[in-house]
């Protein structure tokens, strides 16, 4: 059993910055990949990146070049840091974590929301 934490939404302007937090606790030997994800209203669930244990990441081309991804094993935490934000950024953006040789992701956080102002 693994439960997600996820912190450090808010409200920002276009061009600011963020840094998502995701605190994991229980079993978190058994995670391989952790992801963001985000979904808009109206829209659906979108990957917005991934990043693996030993520390493989993947972008989305949303995030491409603004937002990175990365990992401290020791604090089993995963952050997301988002920089030069756009309005259509705007979602709550959701922690998951995928269990080694899990073809899903088992566990998801509650969200935060950022919302990007123009």
């Known amino acids: 059993q693994v439960q997600l934490v996820e912190s450090g939404g808010g409200l920002v302007q276009a061009g600011g910055s963020l840094r998502l937090s995701c605190a994991a606790s229980g079993r978190t030997f058994t995670i391989n990949r952790m992801g963001w994800y985000r979904q808009a209203p109206g829209k659906l669930r979108e990957l917005v990146a991934y990043?693996?244990?030993?520390?493989?990441?993947n972008y989305a081309d949303s995030g491409q070049g603004r937002f990175t991804i990365s990992r401290d094993n020791a604090k089993n935490t995963v952050y997301l840091q988002m920089n030069s934000l756009k309005p259509e950024d705007t979602a709550v953006y959701y922690c998951?974590?995928?269990?080694?040789?899990?073809?899903?992701?088992?566990?998801w956080g509650q969200g935060t929301q950022v919302t990007v102002s123009s």
């Open positions: 998951a974590a995928q269990e080694t040789g899990s073809s899903r992701y088992s566990y």
């Open positions: 990043i693996t244990s030993d520390g493989s990441t």
